[in-house]
């Protein structure tokens, strides 16, 4: 049972330059969410998705889009990275809105 | 926004010493969370409270929920080198919001 997968692990963009990080769940989860890690910050949402087709704004969504077409995969976009950007992103997913979260182990963004 | 500010930000003490964690808000949640995470990997649930005044024990960590339900500790007796890493305490709102709010973080190092 993989849980939350996330790809790539590692990843180096200049200014400017877009790409997009993809998260699949084998939980049948709900929930879905993105959330950057920066030191002394804790975990921030991004963006979060309350089932297949569904996306919704969170506390840091600005300069991010991102979609649910499947209900096990949730991919977030970054259009034009800019340096603040880079931060280790993890994606989480939940069976109910109160159920506990469950990570994948982040992928690493450096943005030059 | 729910903050959750957590102390200290950073422990280091040597293996068999107790310690407590701090996780304080101005605002009441229906539950908290506490996840553990290690270096290069997504956080873990250790546990969930959800009652005013309740206390959990999961082997030498003991977790209390306040009694308002705006606060709340997690206690480390004897602490071993495997506690290493850093502790997350998360707030899970009342009402309609489905966004968890995470607390800053207390990094925990212990040495043999």
């Known amino acids: 049972n993989a849980g939350v997968t996330q790809t790539p692990k590692f990843r180096v963009l200049k200014t400017g330059q877009s790409m997009t990080l993809l998260c699949a769940q084998d939980?049948?989860?709900?929930?879905m969410y993105w959330y950057r890690q920066d030191p002394g910050m804790g975990l921030r949402l991004i963006h979060y998705?309350?089932?297949?087709?569904?996306?919704a704004k969170g506390e840091v969504p600005d300069g991010y889009n991102v979609s649910r077409l499947k209900k096990q995969n949730f991919l977030l976009g970054l259009e034009s990275a800019a340096p603040s950007q880079t931060s280790v992103y993890f994606c989480a997913s939940s069976y109910y809105r109160n159920s506990p979260l469950h990570f994948g182990n982040g992928t690493r963004l450096t943005v030059t | 926004t729910q903050l959750l500010e957590q102390s200290p930000q950073f422990l280091s003490i040597q293996e068999g010493e107790n310690l407590t964690v701090y996780c304080n808000s101005s605002s009441v949640f229906s539950s908290l969370q506490w996840y553990r995470q290690e270096p290069g990997e997504g956080p873990v649930l250790l546990v969930t409270?959800?009652?005013?005044?309740e206390v959990k024990k999961l082997k030498r960590l003991t977790f209390q929920f306040g009694d308002a339900r705006k606060d709340s500790s997690l206690h480390i007796t004897a602490a071993q080198p495997g506690d290493t890493g850093l502790y997350l305490c998360a707030g899970v709102p009342f009402g309609g919001y489905q966004k968890v709010t995470f607390g800053t973080g207390t990094k925990l190092q212990v040495i043999p």
């Open positions: 998705s309350v089932g297949e087709g569904t996306t």
């Open positions: 409270v959800v009652t005013g005044g």
């Open positions: 939980m049948n989860h709900e929930y």
